[in-house]
Structures are given as C-alpha cells and as structure tokens.
C-alpha cells in the first residue's frame, strides 16, 4: 500500500509517498480503508523543535503521518464488537496519510450517511478540541456572550456551531473574507479583526475562546466578565509560545486573585463518547465540516505546506483515492 512518511524533520517538503506492508488489526483494533483525512497543526510536529522534543532526537520514532481519518473497515482484530467489515467509519488514528490504518475500536464511531468521508474525516481533532475546551474548559452556559478568536480556522469553525448547539450568543472575530461564512454557520455578531479590536469594543464577554492567541493575556482580561472564563487553545507560529508563557506563568495568579480563570486547552482526548455526540449533530444537521480545500494523498506536503503558511481558512482534506 502507498503511505505518507517522515524519516527526518524538516519542511514538508521531506515527506516521501513510499510503498509499505499493509497494517494489520491486533486486539481491539480495526483496519480501516482509508477514503480522507485532514491536516492538523499537530500534524505538523516534525517541522519544529516540539517534534524533536515528543517525537525523537534525531529522527522521529514513528515515521507514520496523519491522525484525522475515515473511511470503510477492511478488518477487525479480535475482541471487536462494534464494526464489521464494509461499515463506513470515522475518528482518529496513527498514520491515515495511508491507504490503510489502523485504530482502536475506542476511537471510531460509525459515519453518519449523509455526509462525505471528506466531511467526516475533517470533523475529529479539530471538534473534539472545540466541544471538549468549550464544554469541559469553558463551561458554556446558555444565553452566555462567549467570542470565538480565530473563528474561520479548522477548530474555530467547529467553535462557533458548537457554542451556538449550547446555547451561547456567539461572537466571531475573524478576517474579511471569512465574515460571510461565519455568519453562515451561526455567529450572532462578527468582528473583522483587520479593522476592529475586539479587546478594546467595552463589550464584556463569559467566555473568551483563544484559538488564534495573539492578544497578550492581560488585553483579553479586560474584557473578560468578573466570573468568566478564558481558555487558550492555540496561537499562530510567532505567538505561540508567548501565549503558552503567559496562560502558565499569569493563568493561575490570575486565577486565584479573582472570579475568572484562565485555562491552557492541551491535547483534545479522542473517545467514543464525544465521537458520537459529533455524530449526532452532523446527522440533525447541527452542526457541518467547511472545507477549504481538498488534496489528493501524494499531494500532502502540500497540504501541510498550505496550512504551515497560515494560508488555510476552516478545513484542508486529504483525499485517498
């Protein structure tokens, strides 16, 4: 089978389309047939020290790319309960840059049928990370004013449709050209962040969702209700790790001298559980994937290349032919 792989670290551009051994289900496991997946920020480990640092010293230690995935289950390992072979599937796994993948049984859920697997495979990190720091972090709350900072991205876009699902009035601050969509999949009020400081409107908000962190801690503090709730998510590559300083070092301080709190989002926890809420709401309609653009498997350097230039707006699917 063809499988997209990263021997050494770098820009996209040292991932290699090569031949390997098809996977093959061990317990609990389930072989999928891979039909798309999407690119995440994490997916781009191997272009920075971060990599060095979780993935290897040298070189990373599992050379297998891609976490987003669906697709049909080719074969299930023993111990399987849950799909059978031919059941379409969606959820997360190692390496689904690949023909065939393999996934714990915990981390797939049926797909729902109408939808694409281009739908389906952009919807696991990117809401799971939305539902999980919205719900978890930012215990949203209906008739709550919440602003989604970096509404058009990958996980800004799930942000948005799931705090409406829970009853928020829901601020988007996004660019120009991502106003019109914002408003289509739900946003009460957009702010264009080109012509507009959301931090400096005097609109106080109960729940600041950080997924572009570009504003220092102190600038969304002051538009943060007395009771509210900051959560950062992620930032771009020149903010990121003043944004992820400030939440650890003035989070907590910031935490204790008053009613608000200030969390850091960390890694969304793929599981079956949240898998079918998703599920749910793609089938009634709640909520949908906004793809920006679709690549085929030998072309995802440039997939990550797209989205490693902060060019991607919503979604970037893989396509397996």
């Known amino acids: 089978m063809k499988a997209i792989m990263c021997t050494k670290y770098g820009p996209p551009d040292v991932l290699q389309l090569v031949e390997v051994e098809k996977p093959t289900p061990q317990d609990h496991q389930v072989l999928v047939r891979v039909r798309a997946a999407s690119v995440n920020t994490a997916d781009l480990t191997f272009t920075g020290p971060l990599g060095r640092l979780f993935e290897g010293l040298r070189k990373p230690r599992d050379p297998r790319t891609g976490r987003d995935v669906a697709g049909q289950v080719e074969a299930v390992g023993n111990g399987v309960t849950q799909f059978h072979p031919g059941d379409e599937v969606f959820g997360a796994c190692g ?5 065939y993948a393999v996934a714990r049984e915990t981390s797939l859920v049926l797909k729902p049928s109408n939808i694409s697997y281009e739908e389906a495979a952009a919807v ?8 999980q720091g919205l719900r978890d972090k930012g215990h949203i709350q209906p008739g709550q004013k919440v602003v989604i900072n970096g509404a058009s991205g990958g996980v800004g876009t799930y942000a948005v449709q799931i705090a409406k699902v ?7 601050v996004c660019s120009t050209g991502n106003l019109d969509t914002a408003r289509s999949i739900g946003a009460d009020h957009v702010i264009d962040y080109t ?6 409107n005097g609109q106080l908000y109960d729940v600041i969702f950080a997924v572009n962190g570009y504003h220092p801690i102190l600038e969304y503090r002051r538009v943060l209700n007395p009771q509210g709730i900051y959560v ?18 003035l989070g907590p301080i910031l935490s204790r001298r008053g009613g608000q709190t200030y969390w850091f989002m960390g890694i969304a926890k793929i599981n079956t559980q ?25 072309e995802t350097a440039e997939a990550l290349k797209y989205l490693a230039e902060g060019h991607a707006h919503s979604k970037v699917v893989i396509t397996v032919a």
């Open 195 to 200: 012509q507009a400081d959301f931090t400096r």
């Open 232 to 249: 950062m998510v992620g930032a771009s590559h020149t903010h990121l790790f003043p944004a992820l300083l400030q939440t650890a070092l």
């Open 124 to 131: 696991p990190v990117a809401a799971i990370t939305a539902l």
């Open 166 to 172: 829970l009853g928020a009035e829901v601020t988007a």
């Open 274 to 298: 949240d898998l079918s809420i998703l599920k749910e709401l793609l089938e009634a309609g709640k909520i949908t994937s906004v793809i920006d653009r679709r690549y085929q498997l030998s």
């Open 95 to 99: 390496g689904s840059f690949a023909e």
